[in-house]
C-alpha cells in the first residue's frame, strides 16, 4: 500500500514546472540573479494580492519577523507579546531584534493568541508612564503585538486592534502560514502595521527551499526594511547604518510568481480537503479544526486534538499515514527560554494543546482516495 506523506510537493511541481523552467532560462540568459525584474514583479504582484502599497522580499520568514521588529524601531528595553504556541522562529526574533518577549495564552478553540490574556497581562502588570507602558515585572516597556495567524486561520484582529488603540501598541502580523487567509474580508497581511511571511517550501505559497517578505501600507517601514536587507544602504556602496545581507533572489522569486497564480485555486482545494475531514471525523472523540465566522482558513494545517494523541500518531505510522505535531513543546518551555519568566503551568491552554495536536495529510493534490484512506485508518483507531 502506498504511504500518504503529511505534505506532498511532486505534484505541484508538475503542475508548474513548464512555466517555471521558460522563466529560469531567462534568468541564467542574463545572469541578473538578485533584486531583478522577478523579484520586482513579485513584490508587486504579491501587495496587489493583499492589497497593500508594498511588499519587500526577504531570505526568510524569521529574518520577516526579525525585519519588522527592528523597522517599527522596537529594540533593546522594549518588550513584545506573543503567543508560546507557534514556531520557535515567532519568539527567536523578538529576541533577534533586541526585545523582550511576553509569551501569552492562546484561544483553545483557535490556537492563536487569547485577546483576553493580553488584556489581563496589561491590566495587571504595566502601567502607563511616561516613557511608554512600562512591564513590572521586566522594567521594559511594551511596544507591540504579535499575533500569529497559527495554521491559516487568522487571529482576532479587531480584539487587537482594540487593545492597540487603547494603549498605543504596534501590532506585527505573523502570517507564515496564512498566504491567502482572511479576516473580514481582508486579508493577512493587511491587518496591523507590518506582516512578515515565509515561503518556506512547504507553505501554501512556497519557494524552492527558502524565502520570506513583509508588507506594509508604510512608506517608511518598507524603506526601512529594504535598506537591513542589503547590508544597510539605499544606494550601492552607501551605507546609512548597519543591516543584513537577506535578499530574495530570482530563481525563488520566479518560482514565487509561477505559484502565486494558483495560489487560490490550491487554497479552495485545501478548504475541501478539510471540509471532508470536518464531515467525515465529526462523530468521533476528538476535537476537529474551527473556523470563526470571521475567518477564510487557508489550512495551511489540518489539525485535530485527541486525548489519545501518541497513540494515535503511533497508528498512522505504521499504516504508512503521515502525521505530525505543531508544536509538541511550547516556546515558554523550550530550554532556550530559561529566564525569560514562565514555567509550566502558566499557561494552561497552551500546555495542553501540545499534548494533544496532531497534523494531518493536507496538500492541494490530496487525492479522494487518500483523504478517504486517511479517515477510515482513523476510525479503525476508534473502533
Same mark, same amino acid.
Not at 508544536?327 to 495542553?352: F, R, V, W
Given at each position: !500500500? ?20 521558460? %522563466? ?10 538578485? @533584486? ?6 513579485? #513584490?508587486?504582484?504579491? /501587495? ?30 522594549? #518588550? ?15 529576541? *533577534? ?5 511576553? !509569551?501569552? +495564552? ?7 493568541? &487569547? ?10 502588570? &504595566?502601567?502607563? #508612564?511616561? #516613557?511608554?507602558? =512600562?512591564?513590572?515585572?521586566?522594567? =521594559? ?15 482576532? !484582529? ?6 492597540? +488603540? ?10 507564515? *502560514? ?5 479576516? =473580514? ?5 493587511? %491587518? ?10 512547504? =507553505? ?17 517601514? /518598507? ?24 535578499? @530574495?533572489?530570482?530563481? *525563488?522569486?520566479?518560482?514565487? $510568481? ?11 482545494? $485545501? $478548504? ?8 467525515? @471525523?465529526?462523530?468521533?472523540? %476528538? ?31 505504521? $499504516?504508512?499515514?503521515? &502525521? ?6 511550547? &516556546? ?37 482516495? +487518500? ?13
Amino acid at each position: !500500500m502506498n504511504k500518504i506523506p503529511l505534505v506532498d510537493l511532486h505534484a505541484q511541481y508538475e503542475e508548474i514546472k513548464d512555466e517555471m523552467y521558460k %522563466l529560469w532560462d531567462e534568468i541564467l540568459e542574463s545572469m541578473y540573479l538578485y @533584486l531583478g525584474p522577478n523579484v520586482k514583479g513579485f #513584490e508587486k504582484e504579491f /501587495a496587489e494580492f493583499n492589497r497593500v502599497k508594498h511588499c519587500v522580499g526577504l531570505g526568510s520568514g524569521t529574518e520577516a519577523i526579525h525585519f519588522s521588529i527592528r523597522a517599527l524601531g522596537i529594540g533593546e528595553g522594549d #518588550e513584545v507579546i506573543a503567543p508560546s504556541h507557534t514556531f520557535f522562529a515567532t519568539i527567536e526574533a523578538i529576541i *533577534q531584534a533586541g526585545a523582550y518577549p511576553v !509569551m501569552l +495564552d492562546i484561544d483553545p478553540e483557535l490556537y492563536t493568541l &487569547c485577546p483576553d490574556a493580553v488584556r489581563e497581562y496589561i491590566e495587571s502588570n &504595566c502601567s502607563k #508612564e511616561r #516613557e511608554g507602558l =512600562k512591564d513590572k515585572n521586566t522594567g =521594559k516597556i511594551l511596544k507591540a503585538l504579535l499575533p500569529v495567524h497559527i495554521y491559516g486561520h487568522p487571529a482576532d !484582529m479587531d480584539a487587537f486592534k482594540e487593545i492597540s +488603540d487603547e494603549y498605543n501598541l504596534m501590532i506585527i502580523e505573523d502570517a507564515a *502560514q496564512a498566504h491567502g487567509a482572511e479576516y =473580514k474580508g481582508r486579508k493577512a497581511g493587511a %491587518l496591523g502595521d507590518i506582516a512578515a511571511f515565509s515561503f518556506y517550501f512547504s =507553505k501554501n505559497l512556497g519557494a524552492l527551499g527558502e524565502g520570506g517578505a513583509i508588507t506594509t501600507n508604510s512608506d517608511e517601514y /518598507a524603506e526601512r526594511i529594504r535598506k537591513l536587507r542589503e547590508h544597510g544602504q539605499k544606494d550601492k556602496y552607501h551605507h546609512d547604518s548597519i543591516g543584513y545581507n537577506s535578499r @530574495l533572489d530570482e530563481i *525563488q522569486a520566479a518560482v514565487l $510568481r509561477c505559484k502565486l497564480k494558483l495560489l487560490k485555486k490550491w487554497n479552495d482545494r $485545501r $478548504r475541501e480537503v478539510a471540509s471532508f475531514y470536518n464531515n467525515a @471525523l465529526k462523530d468521533l472523540p %476528538l476535537i476537529i479544526p474551527t473556523e470563526a465566522e470571521w475567518a477564510h482558513h487557508v489550512y495551511h494545517l489540518y489539525v485535530i486534538c485527541s486525548d489519545k494523541r501518541d497513540e494515535l500518531f503511533g497508528h498512522l505510522k505504521d $499504516r504508512g499515514i503521515g &502525521c505530525g505535531m505543531h508544536y509538541p513543546i511550547p &516556546c515558554h518551555l523550550q530550554e532556550a527560554m530559561k529566564g525569560y519568566g514562565n514555567s509550566e503551568g502558566d499557561l494552561p491552554e497552551t500546555e495542553k494543546a501540545a499534548k494533544e495536536i496532531l497534523s494531518l495529510p493536507i496538500y492541494p493534490h490530496l487525492s479522494e482516495d +487518500d483523504t478517504s484512506r486517511v479517515v477510515e485508518t482513523i476510525r479503525e483507531f476508534y473502533k
